[in-house]
């Protein structure tokens, strides 16, 4: 991880806590930045939409694209303060971003965020022929798994408002 990593996750937890400090919520932050420049920077908004499909990574390539007039973000970074799930990391290799780097990992907080079943997303990397993708996880990982419950924490009714 370089410094520019840290400075882009900073603002990606940034970005997770203007949804707020509740980690029912899934306070997920992402920006992606290309050629050192920040081209979007979204929240989670999957309960305020009623969408399933609605995660910070997704809205972030959405935005992210419509900023620069084109699907295909060649040489952008991904920042996200959670491993993005199979869904997120199918649209990452969809939007040819160069590298998707993440916080918090899915053994860093519960189980209520992820798919029941361990998805290995590297895996979807690999088996998705796109050998110039890189997926690095751990940047700024204590601060990012802060946002959430953690694997040992109880959250009760709040399971399911991910």
Wanted: charged share 30%; hydrophobic share 40%.
């Amino acid at each position: 991880m370089t410094a520019d990593d840290e400075r882009w996750m900073r603002e990606a937890i940034g970005v997770a806590r203007e949804k707020g400090s509740d980690p029912s919520v899934s306070p997920i932050g992402s920006v992606i930045v290309r050629d050192g420049k920040l081209i979007a920077r979204v929240h989670n908004r999957v309960a305020e939409d009623h969408d399933a499909t609605a995660h910070a990574e997704i809205l972030c390539i959405r935005a992210a694209g419509a900023a620069v007039g084109d699907q295909d973000l060649y040489g952008a970074t991904l920042y996200s303060t959670l491993q993005p799930c199979g869904m997120c990391t199918m649209a990452s290799i969809w939007s040819k971003v160069a590298r998707v780097v993440y916080g918090a990992g899915r053994e860093d907080v519960h189980t209520m965020y992820f798919e029941d079943r361990q998805i290995n997303t590297l895996d979807f990397v690999r088996d998705a022929w796109r050998d110039d993708l890189s997926f690095e996880g751990g940047c700024l990982r204590e601060e990012c798994a802060a946002l959430y419950y953690r694997p040992w924490d109880d959250p009760g009714d709040d399971i399911g408002n991910v």
